[in-house]
């Protein structure tokens, strides 16, 4: 089993940044992919950016050029750093790990951005 918590979300105003964080505990060896999505209310849950263990990054093309993907592979992390935030959004972005052909997800957390 893998477990994984996110943090960093909040309100924003349109422009501002925010960066958010997610830790995986667990049964941490053999994961590769691990990556973020969303879900604004009413829509179905979406791709943001994914990063295998290797490094190599894919982004959903709203979020190219603002959005950028880390992983600490050490620290079993991985971050989001979200700038140049527009209202379009807001959404509870989730944390997503691929182990073994398996796929564990976070609890989620709150983003909003403000016009």
């Known amino acids: 089993q893998v477990q994984l918590v996110e943090s960093g979300g909040g309100l924003v105003q349109a422009g501002g940044s925010l960066r958010l964080s997610c830790a995986a505990s667990?049964?941490?060896?053999?994961?590769?992919?691990m990556g973020w999505y969303r879900q604004a209310p009413g829509k179905q849950r979406e791709l943001v950016a994914t990063?295998?263990?290797?490094?190599?990054?894919n982004y959903a093309d709203s979020v190219k050029g603002r959005f950028t993907i880390s992983r600490d592979n050490a620290k079993n992390t991985v971050n989001l750093q979200m700038n140049s935030l527009k209202p379009e959004d807001t959404a509870v972005y989730y944390c997503?790990?691929?182990?073994?052909?398996?796929?564990?997800w976070g609890q989620g957390t709150q983003v909003t951005v403000s016009s």
């Open positions: 997503n790990a691929d182990r073994l052909r398996r796929v564990y």
């Open positions: 667990g049964s941490i060896f053999s994961i590769n992919t």
């Open positions: 990063i295998t263990s290797g490094g190599s990054t």
